[in-house]
């Protein structure tokens, strides 16, 4: 990675796992503060494409580390991390929480004598910064730190020379000031689009963008897609320049729901002060203005309640900001944070409750209740002018919620089978800035030998060998055309051992889940023991993708601790799950012709990142469906004249601009390949939606 890149540390006291009660609103003032901050001293450089640089060379994002003070303390990984950070040999800037004020003076020596050239610290308090004079290294904002840049820009230079020789003797022009930042800032869902269209437009760093103003209440989110559709344009008019096409061009979208979990409801519903209540589960209105719902019988004077809703739900909400801002750092990603809603859908949402056969409370089938809750979605968030935006905006999707989105109706289809969509939930704080840190820093890239790489574990005990009988002859008849390995586990230990033994770029479970009601957690079944989130993190069992075969793995109601966070602490970036349980078989056929595309360098070459080649391959497995019933009610193959029509339906699948149709003609009249054979909705049960994809798959990259 670039020398050019600054890296940020963020040091706080309390060990990791308790972060985020104990140091909450530190991380929250460091994250929003980041956005004013420099990525790269490239920025600084006079007259240089900084986003072209980025669209071509370096897409490695905000380069941003988390660390517990004990961490840097210890003397063994004390070492490790210098030299780390000497190996890199970057700007480092520290952002030490108060509580780090004792141990401060002992790491700053360490800094000082560990011979990294160029750092900088600051001590940040809750609700201040702490000022250390006369310390030639330390900063107590922005302001600060873009004056210790200009004091050191020539020895700054000299850093930027060392990464390439073509950039020897050039000069990096720091700003003197920075107009307007804090009268325009005030919107915060509109921040980072503006940040990255002046990165784009070449304006000097942090220089204000007049034309926005400070978002009125009356056209906040008529703003927002505003500046979410002229940052698109910049991207579309590179890519012509560049004769690269719309698909390529567009950078993945970040859509942000916040949401209050239905969990925290209940917990909240056992504590005696109502006040608390309501304004812990205050909403916003279109205007993004908080509004708490009245309870009867219960007197709690309204503004101090609105006010204080505002503060404490704000401190969450501008925690999410910041991580959205850290994510479009990548590519220059447009943004949409909508108002905190969550009552108004919450009603739909219970309908799918974990414990039941099928995952579904109120019906039979599934379909229904995935379209029913899709409506409301849209109902609840998409306006008119976003709805058509979205409909017709070829690119990807990251969705930063714990809301089923790829479930929520865009002109009445489902926005993940119109569109590849990845997401990050946020019920856990702390993973997302540690998750993000991984993607920083790690590229993962599949090619060739990928699918040898891929390790599928099924379960040792013996009704689960029983159950899954058809499923272990398949993938056997799979491997020997693919080369993919199998192998049985009893336990955690066992998977360990596995995973040790064999290195795998991908992991498969295929194997039952269920779901602990005395604990709201879900597990995984292997040789008859149940491996919960973590066991999983204290085996350390992860591979860089991870995909679950598996039924309920990230249900949308009533689980607290994620199977997929589990995996993302051990060490795993995209982890594939379900909302719903599957039909086995048909959950081992989707990942077996997956790793059969995956086989395929035109496959490859075509989908161009881990996020399309997924989707493409779960949204396709909806016409295999005319192939099944083709062999169950007529007992043969397809015919020529199927089969071309088979293979047309594929390719109207593959082009964005056809998709809809297809999920038109099979939700009204169905899909007929022949007079003999109709494949309607029902028929395939909706299970190509049963899908989730989160982490960033859609930055693992196909090399050949």
Known sequence: MSRTKIQYIIVQKTEADNIITANYNFEQRILDKLRYYPQDLLQFRL??????????????????????????????????????????????????????????????????????????????????????????????????????????????????????????????????????????????????????????????????????????????????????????????????????????????????????????????????????????????????????????????????????????????????????????????????????????????????????????????????????????????????????????????ILAISDLPIEWMLVHGVPLGFLCDVCRIQTSNMQGLLNNYSAYSKIVLTLGSKTVSNTLVIFSSFDEDMTDFKDSYNMAMLYQKNHGFKIAFAGDATEIKKHIQTHRPQILIFDCHCNYDAATANCYLQIGGKQIYPRQIVEHQIAAPIVYLASCNTNPNYDNIEKLHDAFFQSGALSVTGTFLPLDMLKGTFIYLRMLALLNSANERRVSGNWLHFLSFSIRTSLIWEARLKCYQKLNRELTEEEERKFISILERLHRFEDRAGVFNDLINQGIRLSDKIKLTLEDTNMEFMYYSHYGRPDLIRFKD
């Open 47 to 396: 007259n240089f494409d900084y986003f072209n640089y980025v669209k071509t060379h370096d897409p490695s994002g905000m380069q941003v580390l988390l660390f517990s003070v004990s961490d840097l303390m210890d003397k063994k990984w004390e070492d490790h991390f210098f030299t780390a950070m000497k190996m890199l040999d970057r700007v480092c800037v520290f952002f030490f929480s108060k509580e780090c004020q004792a141990e401060l003076p002992i790491i700053i020596s360490r800094l000082k004598k560990s011979k990294i050239e160029h750092f900088y610290y600051s001590l940040y308090a809750n609700n201040e910064l702490v000022n250390i004079e006369r310390e030639q290294k330390y900063f107590m904002d922005y302001p600060d730190f873009f004056a210790l840049l200009r004091r050191d820009a020539t020895k700054l230079a000299k850093q930027v020379g060392k990464s390439n020789r073509l950039l020897k003797n050039i000069r990096l022009t720091i700003p003197e000031s920075i107009s307007n930042v804090d009268g325009y800032y005030e919107f915060r869902p509109l921040v980072s689009n503006v940040l990255n269209i002046n990165i784009s437009e070449g304006l000097s760093f942090l220089s204000h963008h007049f034309d926005w103003g400070k978002a009125p209440l009356e056209n906040r989110q008529e703003m927002i897609l505003e500046s979410v559709t002229e940052l698109d344009g910049i991207h579309l008019e590179w890519g012509k320049d560049n004769q690269i096409n719309e698909r390529w061009a567009l950078p993945t979208l970040i859509l942000v729901f916040p949401y209050h979990n239905p969990l925290f409801k209940k917990m909240l519903d056992h504590g005696n002060d109502e006040s608390i209540r309501q304004i812990l589960l205050a909403e916003q209105q279109d205007d993004y203005v908080f509004t708490v719902k009245k309870v009867k019988n219960v007197i709690v004077d309204e503004e101090f309640r609105d006010e204080t809703a505002n503060f404490m739900i704000k401190t969450q909400l501008e925690n999410i900001d910041g991580i959205c801002h850290l994510h479009s750092t990548f590519m220059f990603s447009p943004s949409i944070r909508f108002p905190i809603r969550s009552s108004i859908v919450n009603l739909e949402l219970s309908h799918f409750g974990l414990g039941q056969k099928n995952g579904i409370r109120t019906s039979k089938t599934r379909h229904k209740p995935i379209l029913k809750l899709g409506r409301k979605l849209q109902e609840v968030y998409l306006k008119p002018e976003l709805e058509k935006y979205l409909s017709k905006r070829n690119g990807q």
